[in-house]
């Protein structure tokens, strides 16, 4: 079966409310601060300054004051116990509908730190740090793999590596109802040595996909980084 890879460019199409609680390190992505003019439809108005914003990926709003921000945040996104911020509404443009992450259980081989656990992949949170992906220790052909706890037909996984490009590299993606990784057939491939810097990746089979276990796994020895994941139901 042929495979395509494609490398995602990013435009604000649709604006989607998300939960407005952040955590600190967010200020690592902040673009830029305006007084809103208007008290009156003041998502519209940070919208607007979002929409000329090239790396504008979220927009929030507390009183008169808009923040831009470079995070890639998911619909989904459950928010944090320690909201830095305390923003009123908050919305992504990063955006695809019928998103599964949220529905995987998942496991990885031994990661980097404790902190960089295979949730970090699938919590619908990425800033530009490292500390928000799920990283692999170095170790002959790494791996991540999800359960999505019933069988679904997937169209396509666009897939948010490290900002730097690292720990991704001669990647087999197989989607399948075995437990057994290596029976289930191969949904895509990412045959590279490194993304460009800053990528974002879609991976599409020349037609949707059935099954219930996603897998990653490196062909070569090293690591596997995986920042953000979005999980598209056909």
Do not use: H
């Not at 459950?78 to 998942?106: E, H, I």
């Not at 404790?114 to 990283?135: E, R, V």
């Amino acid at each position: 079966m042929q495979m395509r890879i494609e490398v995602e460019t990013v435009e604000m199409n649709c604006l989607c409310s998300v939960i407005s609680s952040f955590p600190s390190e967010m200020q690592d992505c902040f673009l830029q601060n305006f007084s809103l003019p208007s008290v009156y439809r003041k998502n519209f108005q940070c919208a607007n300054y979002c929409a000329k914003n090239a790396n504008c990926r979220l927009f929030c709003i507390k009183g008169n004051e808009c923040s831009l921000f470079k995070t890639w945040v998911t619909a989904e996104y459950n928010g944090t116990d320690q909201d830095f911020y305390g923003f009123t509404s908050c919305y992504t443009t990063w955006f695809f509908s019928k998103n599964l992450a949220p529905r995987v259980v998942p496991w990885m081989a031994t990661p980097s730190y404790p902190s960089l656990d295979q949730y970090q992949a699938i919590n619908g949170f990425y800033c530009n740090k490292n500390y928000s992906c799920s990283i692999t220790k170095i170790r002959t052909y790494p791996w991540w793999e999800g359960d999505l706890q019933m069988t679904y037909m997937i169209s396509a996984l666009i897939v948010k590596p490290r900002d730097d490009g690292r720990d991704f590299s001669n990647i087999e993606i197989r989607l399948g109802n075995s437990y057994n990784t290596y029976e289930n057939p191969v949904f895509s491939t990412y045959n590279g040595t490194a993304p460009p810097p800053g990528s974002v990746l879609t991976f599409k089979p020349q037609k949707p996909m059935a099954g219930r276990f996603l897998s990653f796994d490196s062909l070569v020895n090293g690591a596997i980084g995986l920042c953000e994941m979005q999980i598209i139901e056909a």
